[in-house]
């Protein structure tokens, strides 16, 4: 079963999809099988990282700044090879385990859409399948 999300993001962060992804699965009535959520943009991304503390959030957008940082030399002509570079390293999805009704993740752990050129108005999808 394939859910479609929408959202408003900020100019650059990571904004907690858990609720959506764990409601989706509840909805599918699958219980045990697959969850892939798939971002279809070029400047954002999918990832599960800590949920507990919001200073990983920070450090994690500090680090991919310092790794990817906008460079005068770039060529691509909407200024934003930075934002096309993290979403590239991150990963336009992930795959989750669904295990009685919900997804397997650790204590924690969050599933994050993150974005690198916004504000924008964003998709995300949620497939899921039973096994």
Not at 9 to 31: F, H, K, M, R
Not at 57 to 67: A, P, Q, R
Request: proline share 5%; charged share 20%; glycine share 10%.
């Amino acid at each position: 079963m394939l859910f479609n999300f929408q959202l408003r993001t900020p100019s650059q962060g990571l904004v907690d999809i858990t609720n959506e992804v764990t409601e989706a699965i509840s909805e599918s009535g699958v219980n045990e099988g697959i969850c892939v959520v798939f971002c279809p943009h070029t400047t954002a991304a999918i990832t599960i990282n800590e949920n507990a503390d919001p200073d990983v959030k920070t450090d994690f957008l500090m680090g991919m700044d310092k790794t990817f940082p906008d460079m005068v030399s770039f060529r691509h002509a909407e200024g934003n090879s930075d934002a096309h570079l993290k979403s590239s390293a991150i990963g336009a999805s992930e795959t989750l385990i669904v295990t009685k009704g919900k997804p397997l993740l650790g204590t924690w752990q969050g599933i994050y859409f993150c974005e690198f050129d916004g504000p924008r108005t964003r998709k995300f999808y949620v497939k899921v399948m039973g096994g």
